[in-house]
C-alpha cells in the first residue's frame, strides 16, 4: 500500500473529488476555502481538478499571485504525495504566465509554512511574486536571523531524521500493506 492509500481512506481514491479532512467549523472559517468554493470573489487566474490560483488582495509587486491546493491543509507537510505533486505542476505551469503578464524579468515563490513562519491563513498557499532587478525588494535569505552554525553536526540531525522518517513509513506501508 503506497503512502496516498495510507493517509487517505478508501472513499477518497484518486480521480475522487477530495473534501477535506478537518472540521467543518474550520474549513467554514477558512478564507481560501471560501475563494476556492466561491463563496468569497477574487480575481482567478488559473484552476485545475486539485489547484486554484488568484491574486493576492494585498499585492507587493504587480500579478502578486496565490496559488492554493483545493483541499484545506495547514502546512506543505500535511499534503499527500499525489496532492503535493497536483500543486508543484501547477505552479510549473503558471510561473511563466504570471511573471510575463506584468513584464517582470524574474519571480520570487515562497511559502509562510506554519504560524511561527508567519503564516496568517492556515490553508497552504504560495506566493508569485513577480520581481525586477532593482525593485528594491529582499531575497529569502534576508527572512532568517543568521548566526553561525555548525554545518556538520546539523546535516547529520536532518539526515538522521530523513532516515527514520523513510523507515518508518516503510514499515508502516508494509503493515498496512
Ligand atoms: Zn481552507
Given at each position: ?24 467549523w ?140 523513510t ?5 508502516s ?5
Open positions: 500500500m503506497n503512502l496516498q492509500n495510507r493517509k487517505t481512506p478508501p472513499s477518497k481514491r484518486r480521480g475522487e473529488k477530495t473534501h477535506n479532512p478537518v472540521s467543518t474550520e474549513t467554514m472559517a477558512c478564507l481560501i476555502c471560501s475563494i476556492v468554493e466561491g463563496h468569497k470573489p477574487s480575481h482567478m487566474v488559473y484552476e485545475d481538478a486539485n489547484t486554484v490560483a488568484f491574486l493576492d488582495v494585498r499585492p507587493v509587486a504587480p500579478g502578486h499571485t496565490l496559488l492554493v491546493p483545493r483541499t484545506h491543509v495547514a502546512r506543505l507537510e500535511d499534503l499527500t504525495p499525489e496532492q503535493a505533486e497536483a500543486l508543484f505542476a501547477a505552479l510549473y505551469r503558471i510561473l511563466n504566465p504570471v511573471r510575463e503578464a506584468v513584464g517582470a524579468d524574474a519571480t520570487t515563490v515562497g511559502v509562510n509554512n506554519g504560524p511561527g513562519s508567519g503564516q496568517e491563513i492556515q490553508h497552504v498557499h504560495i506566493h508569485i511574486i513577480p520581481r525586477h532587478r532593482g525593485d528594491g525588494g529582499g531575497v529569502i535569505q534576508s527572512l532568517g536571523p543568521g548566526g553561525r552554525v555548525d554545518l556538520t553536526e546539523t546535516a547529520e540531525r536532518i539526515k538522521k531524521k530523513i532516515a527514520s522518517m523507515k518508518r513509513s516503510s514499515d506501508n508494509q503493515q498496512t500493506g
